[in-house]
């Protein structure tokens, strides 16, 4: 499975951004997918996570009721939609293949390469 993320930038406080992480190479719609994110410094954590069906989502605390993951299985592509983005949510955030919905990330077996927010005060 090959990962592509992307639609990462710079913002200020209170904008919004969608991610986008585009999967590749397998049949994506069996995997649940799930997003993480690392500051500099600082160990990569969760943020949220979506079932191959869509219908369970997971959220870290620190974003539950600010960002929303979604996915498209017709468009092999999972979604980060963010809303009133905080200076602390800069990070590189990293889109996760894996073949169960987890917070944790060793259960995760592919990655994308990441994509910068940073989001300024």
């Known amino acids: 499975v090959q990962l592509q993320a992307s639609g990462g930038g710079l913002v200020q406080a209170g904008d919004s951004l969608r991610l986008s992480c585009a999967a590749s190479?397998?049949?994506?719609?069996?995997?649940?997918m799930g997003w993480f994110r690392q500051a500099p410094t600082k160990e990569r954590d969760f943020v949220a996570a979506i079932s191959w069906t869509g219908g369970t989502t997971y959220y870290s605390d620190s974003v539950k009721g600010r960002f929303t993951i979604s996915r498209d299985n017709a468009k092999n592509t999972v979604y980060l939609q963010m809303n009133s983005l905080k200076p602390e949510d800069t990070a590189v955030y990293y889109c996760?293949?894996?073949?169960?919905?987890?917070?944790?990330?060793?259960?995760?077996?592919?990655w994308g390469q990441g994509t910068l927010v940073t989001v300024s005060s």
């Open positions: 190479g397998r049949t994506f719609s069996n995997y649940a």
């Open positions: 996760s293949v894996g073949p169960l919905i987890t917070t944790t990330k060793e259960r995760y077996n592919y």
